[in-house]
């Protein structure tokens, strides 16, 4: 369920499994990506692991026949992302306001009886304050509710070692979803300027805290090497892996 | 210019005169409406005065040649919504963290020399703290930017006085724009349960602080006063007087 | 009552209704009025409304025979006010800080069994912030009390129309309860550098965020339509507006 | 000057040396003085010292040719009292949000100009958290100004040791300067509720947070000490020490 | 018991009346004696206090014998001293900040049901923000933990009356307790730079917010007049004096 | 340098290079290790790599003849560790407070011109939070300051994959610099209870947000892993990499 095409009445008499909250970024993906790129994969792979663990509720067998819904949020659509600030269109605001918009919106749905609740992520920069956010939001004595954080690219098997920035996943992800947000003809030119690796590092410590002292054009690793196939594979995994968590925060005693 | 379809390359070579800030809610809107309806109207709305003010510029008269683009970017979805508490799905943050969230995600534009921001808001309840989100973003000694806020509903002439909740403007822009996520087989019932007016007036002053206390569905106004006709009649009013704000905020001094 | 006169001993023994905490501000008000009125104003009305409540108590007939006191607190004397921070000996205080300021000394009283408080006051800037302390009141869980604000110059029928600052009304009400505080002689001055009209509009938003950006002398509206007839016709029709909304807060169910 | 009393044009005009600030509390003072006695005892010192400086101005001789007006705002209302919280009609804030509202207050006056500042204080409470509003302010990077904080019961020679709680000093002052709002019916009633002493004290530490711990009726010192002749003696003492210290503020180089 | 050096397992077990938190500061203390003065000297009267109280347990007679242990936590090393930001190597945080971290650290004693703390403050710019602490951590009302701030050089009989800045009574102790620390051959400098007083008086009010403004090297007081010896003799009558109000703590109903 | 044991006078007659903050914490660390185990880990480790670094500068060859000195400063004490709560004696803070703390304390160094600063970090809780202090000091307007975070376990090569908590690697160090802590006769017990893993995973993501959901005895790791030699080994592993980290901070352009 869509939880911003839903009506209230529809919520109501729904039996709401658990709640996912896409977080995404408005930041620089390079000259071939759009900034709006991690928000959409967040969103992508939400719904394709809402639509796995519903699917399964129809199935004859096991314990899941008495699954319930998802309800998937709108994205929470600007993140922590000074990191990208030297370059164009990028948005941010500062991690205090973000754990509070992410903590006090996600507050609202213990409100409501829905009371676990899965942060699903598509941003690097957002993932120490959602670890935060969900351990807050779990401690929270105002309420009952549950909350952990899942960033997509962390859940795709071997392919989480090629992650980049703007590089193969992000890019094979939106060409599988988003095709035509994706400038083809810019791609040269993205692998050209790209970093191989994301950060300057000395000692198990990365001394660059800003895109710019790495990367010339935002990009790291290699675009070309993310199709739509590869997209496809990367949607699956991570959208079954989501669907796995979902199952297991529901069966999880708190 | 939908700023999170562009890449940062995008925006860098475009001329941006202002950015939109779509600003929406996730809350009720009757058993009719969905969730999500003030985000929708508020994007509407934004992207009819993107339209209309770009259009302008290739008009072949008078000041508007040298007119630059919108950059309409991704909707806040989460605003000051409190007082629908009561009903399900409702989300909500408190209007400090919203205004927080407002304002820093609007200075980022500054920094990347867009230094005009319209806030462009769907939502009755967050327009004291645009307002105020407004007026401390112009007076920020951090950067140069100036904002103003705007709120579709109040800039619809006549229309206006007819405003309500999920009634019937809301409903009829979104008759015009999003006519699947209108149930019109739940209008009926969406009028009967109705308030006639917000709120619980003594001399002057509401009483009510929630909607629950004086709407039993949530509805305020006559859903079915509002067809997809007058939506396109809302949605032009509206547009038009956004992209005449537009060109207002680009003249003058600051 | 006025609270600030009153022991904590009387306090007690009283048996208070509500609590009326008048809400100023020390801001200019042109050549002619003195940076309180607002303050000064709050007041009256406040004090007005308070003998007309209690007045009514000792009526032969009714429920009102049962009423108790309404003790008036010592005025907020810095409110919301940056907008004349232009003009000398203006003083304002953020907003966040008015609102805890507000909100904490408010809080005080149904520690002490009045739960019932009306924010009374005097400066159109002070509006919104207003709003949302007592929304926030009375929702707090933290104790039982419920909260409206009431602008006095929003309760006076037809007269409202004509509000302006440092105007008709503002000087009018003035001249009625503290005429040596008015400059007669700087009336004509005041009248020639005034702005007819608040604000610089542009479909439907003022672009100004400042009140030097429109008046030259920070007068807005002609004070010499404001003379002390008016001003007691303006005392009684605020007074009596606070006083049935006292009633009414008393009567209501929270 | 008396700032509330003035016209921003009369500020204008005016040569201010120094701003006044009276800062007071709303705090039970037994059973025989109103709540307000914090407030009225500041505002006496402030307006007293006020005179006796600018009275020096006219003096034949000497340096205090030259010397401006004192600018005496008006009085903060509510303080840090939450220790009186057990005794009706006490009314306080955190001290984080006194600190904010006095310090933002007080920094509206170097924006007109007006740099030095002094917090003129009648509450015990009050006295830490002035202190690092002084200091803070002082050091504030975004103006000029200089304040510090004095309070007036430590600035009369000997007599500080006698101080209490509405004991013989405070109601001294009151004596002289309000003998209206003095209850002389309820003074033996006073002393005979009254504490020796504020605090309970073992190895220099008061064990005691909240005065109700040590006083029954809220007084600590006889009240029956303070006749009106020592008020008049306490307010011309203080009011000297207050002046001296402004004419050393307005001679110090910061 | 030192908390550090325990096992959580021993604290279970333990029977603790008491934690002590020692207060320090990283701050200039004159040529002669190091930026960690307060710290040492906050945790060598804690020390000194626990074993008093602890060895009272041991003896025969009265109400001590069924003493419990206390608990030494860890010191605060930095603390309010931005007075001493001219010197060099001294630290320091925000008053807010400071009391957050104090008041916060604190609160987990009660969470395992250690809920009386003695904050035991060696620095005399962090008596004020203690005793705030002390009062808010008593009025929690999310544990039932109870506070007091105690300053060692406050509780030194007629010493107290020497205190000053790196003067004798810090040196003393010093030299009592870490001789290796006190720079002997920079004692004839630290006194021929040495303030008489700390700060400048007018009126009974400090002018001077910065140590710098009265003195050329930090000190203020004659080191040379604290040996050794008198060290002994305050590290005794300090830690006596702690011991005392530790068993008064304990003893007292809340 | 340890700064605390340093008088003002040498820090400014000194040439500092870098400051290094060690951050501990004042936690659980099962049965046999002692609750300031972070603490004392993350100060061995400081002051290894301090004197590693000025050790280079007295060799003959090379870059590091010009060396200057590392300031190690006290340790901060209390850090982010609610999620050992559940066990007795351990303390903690919310990261906003230690994130404020760390920073604030942090800053003092470039008021001084110590203008690089490593974060040594012995607690895993921290990270997160360390990260985003070093982020937000390198991009603070109001110094020049530039900072990054170390964490000494991430940096000992292959032994990182064993650490767990009061596991191998923790224990190994205290055995080696404070082997009177360990309390050995625990040891068997502390293995027996402990967990093979730090959480409870599904899909990548930890379930647990409390230690004691996964531990019963606080252990993670067999501590018997963890001898004097191993120690010996880690100290000098971690103490080389933060001193190659120390040179990296000082050459590298800012």
């Known amino acids: 369920m869509r939880l911003a095409d839903a009506t209230w009445t529809d919520v109501r008499d729904a039996d709401v499994d658990v709640a996912v909250v896409p977080v995404g970024s408005t930041e620089q993906h390079g000259p071939h990506a759009p900034l709006g790129t991690d928000t959409l994969n967040a969103v992508s792979v939400a719904e394709a692991a809402a639509a796995t663990y519903e699917r399964a509720a129809g199935a004859d067998d096991g314990p899941s026949d008495d699954r319930g819904a998802i309800a998937v949020t709108p994205p929470i659509p600007v993140g922590v992302a000074e990191e990208h600030r030297a370059f ?6 500062t991690p205090d306001t973000f754990r509070a918009y992410v903590r006090e919106a996600a507050a609202s749905l213990p409100a409501h009886g829905i009371d676990r609740v899965v942060l699903a992520n598509g941003h690097g920069g957002n993932v120490e304050a959602l670890a ?3 351990r807050r939001f779990s401690r929270d004595p105002d309420h009952d509710g549950y909350a952990v954080a899942f960033t997509w690219f962390e859940a795709v ?3 989480a070692g090629d992650m980049g920035h703007a590089g ?3 890019t094979a992800l939106l060409r599988a979803t988003h095709p035509e947000l994706v400038r083809e003809d810019r791609l040269a030119e993205a692998r050209e300027g790209a970093a191989d690796r994301w950060g300057e590092w000395v000692a198990g410590v990365n001394l660059a805290h800003d895109s710019e002292e790495f990367t010339a054009n935002g990009v790291v690793g290699d ?3 993310g199709d739509a196939d590869r997209g496809r594979v990367l949607l699956e995994l991570a959208g079954d892996a989501l669907a796995e968590l979902l199952a297991a925060v529901v069966e999880r005693e708190r």
């Not at 164009?88 to 605001?93: E, K, N």
């Open 168 to 170: 193969p996943l992000e």
């Open 223 to 225: 675009p070309a090497e």
């Open 88 to 93: 164009d269109g990028t948005m941010w605001v």
């Open 157 to 159: 098997g071997e392919h």
């Open 132 to 134: 935060e956010v969900a």
